[in-house]
T-cell receptor, first 116, second 116 residues
Framework: DTGVSQDPRHKITKRGQNVTFRCDPI?????LYWYRQTLGQGPEFLTY????????KSRLLSDRFSAERPKGSFSTLEIQRTEQGDSAMYLC??????????????FGAGSRLTVL | AQKVTQAQTEISVVEKEDVTLDCVYE???????LFWYKQPPSGELVFLIR??????QNEISGRYSWNFQKSTSSFNFTITASQVVDSAVYFC?????????????FGTGTRLTVIP
């Protein structure tokens, strides 16, 4: 397994357009997370899935954002009607739920979105 | 509310010098986890260490060491004999015990530059 893969790595779009990012987690990991990172800041939690169920969503995730993980494997994050404030790096991570309850997240390299 | 403060925005050291990255956290939880991640120029966050609040023992891994002091809510990270490859942004993060790393709260990061 080569780790967490994200596609595309870079996306430039015009304001108002829709964009979709894909994340392929480590195959045996049952948890998948989306984070957003803006310049000079640490990553901020957006949402996470356990298998195909979306179990938690941040208040940062506005109605224009939707995430899916239909078969409990890859996930997509769609942003509708993009705004300039959506420009950021979107990070995906995966983990295996352990008995200790404290998961170590393995991150992908991220998808950088620029909204013009 | 959870909060992580990394007061050092940028640090520059000359190769082979030791350097300590500070992390101060706030939480109302009595049990929690602390993490350090490294983000090299490639952008992919790399896990370095996880520590639970029950375990205040310091840890050493090669040139890396961590000092956890619950009394001062600090979890500092020291790199001994720094190398150019250590140049990266380092993030400290916090999660509560119940949800594990479902929602990691990251600090704003410290950019370390090691000068050859």
């Amino acid at each position: 397994d080569t780790g967490v893969s994200q596609d595309p790595r870079h996306k430039i779009t015009k304001r108002g357009q829709n964009v979709t990012f894909r994340c392929d987690p480590i195959s045996e990991h049952n948890r998948l997370y989306w984070y957003r990172q803006t310049l000079g800041q640490g990553p901020e939690f957006l949402t996470y899935f356990q298998n195909e169920a979306q179990l938690e969503k941040s208040r940062l995730l506005s109605d224009r954002f939707s995430a899916e993980r239909p078969k409990g494997s890859f996930s997509t994050l769609e942003i509708q009607r993009t705004e300039q404030g959506d420009s950021a790096m979107y990070l995906c991570a995966s983990s295996l739920r352990g008995d200790s309850g404290a998961n170590v997240l393995t991150f992908g390299a991220g998808s950088r979105l620029t909204v013009l | 509310a959870q909060k992580v403060t990394q007061a050092q925005t940028e640090i520059s050291v000359v190769e082979k010098e030791d350097v300590t990255l500070d992390c101060v956290y706030e939480t109302r939880d009595t049990t929690y986890y602390l993490f350090w991640y490294k983000q090299p120029p490639s952008g992919e966050l790399v896990f370095l260490i996880r520590r639970n609040s029950f375990d205040e023992q310091n840890e050493i891994s090669g040139r890396y060491s961590w000092n956890f002091q619950k009394s001062t809510s600090s979890f500092n990270f020291t790199i001994t004999a720094s190398q150019v490859v250590d140049s990266a942004v380092y993030f400290c993060a916090l999660s509560d015990f119940q949800t594990g790393a479902n929602n990691l709260f990251f600090g704003t990061g410290t950019r370390l530059t090691v000068i050859p």
